[in-house]
């Protein structure tokens, strides 16, 4: 069954700490999408990246960076140099193909809060 | 350009009303989602549509509630009679649909309380 998990519930760091959030999923689709969501304080959902089964390189976007590993099923996302305004949760999700038709229901794990202190 | 819209942002209520959620999609997206999130059973699907039909309502939780999209541009997430284990944000997503497994870009959220 497909499953998304992350471990780490809260994580609390200091400001300009480099700090890991984990994802473990499980799926059996040779094709499928993962994504990490940031959840802030404020409460909206904000999209942050998507990755494809196929595409194992790893990504950076700023401070942001994202490490996919298959043999691992592992999909985790690194803040480097974190700031007060990364406090928020951050929920990983796969997307999960129905051989029906064209869907792509959304699996979230449970999301790690991020808290940046000063 | 526009992201999702949703509305109300705060929906305060009493036990056994019907309360009606709505949502605007990103346009010329043509697949639409409702999400409820609680702390117990954190992000959960309800419904999802694909031009405008629904295709997977399995995790919709019971007859009280019922989704529709008439069109394109509007659906709404209807729930009567309300109860207070109902109280949730209940958000509303959208994405493109070509083959699946699209990006789906969320809406800010409906805060619902059921007192």
């Known amino acids: 069954a497909q499953k998304v998990t992350q471990a780490q519930t809260e994580i609390s760091v200091v400001e300009k700490e480099d700090v890991t959030l984990d994802c473990v999923y499980e799926t059996r689709d040779t094709t499928y999408y993962l994504f990490w969501y940031k959840q802030p304080p404020s409460g909206e959902l904000v999209f942050l990246i998507r990755r494809n089964s196929f595409d194992e390189q790893n990504e950076i976007s700023g401070r942001y960076s994202w490490n996919f590993q ?4 592992s999909f985790n996302f690194t803040i480097t140099a974190s700031q007060v305004v990364d406090s928020a949760v951050y929920f990983c999700a ?3 193909r129905n051989y029906g038709g064209a869907t792509n229901k959304l699996i979230f794990g449970t999301g790690t809060l ?5 | 350009d526009a992201g999702v819209i949703q509305s109300p942002r705060h ?3 009493e036990m056994g009303q019907e309360v009606t959620l709505r949502c605007k999609p990103i346009s010329g997206h043509n697949s639409l989602f ?3 999130q609680t702390m117990m059973r954190g992000l959960e699907l309800l419904i999802y549509f694909n031009n405008n039909v629904p295709i997977d309502d399995s995790g919709m ?3 009280r509630f019922s989704a529709k999209m008439p069109n394109a541009s509007f659906s709404t997430l209807k729930i009567q ?4 284990r109902d109280s949730a944000v209940y958000f509303c997503a959208s994405s493109t649909s070509s083959g699946g497994l699209e990006t789906q870009y ?3 959220g409906t805060r619902l309380l059921v007192l």
């Open chain 1, 70 to 73: 298959k043999s691992t099923s």
């Open chain 1, 94 to 96: 796969l997307s999960e």
């Open chain 1, 114 to 118: 991020l808290a940046v202190q000063p």
């Open chain 2, 11 to 13: 929906e305060v209520t």
């Open chain 2, 34 to 36: 409702w999400y409820r």
């Open chain 2, 61 to 63: 939780p019971e007859d």
């Open chain 2, 81 to 84: 009679p309300s109860e207070p």
């Open chain 2, 106 to 108: 969320f809406g800010p």
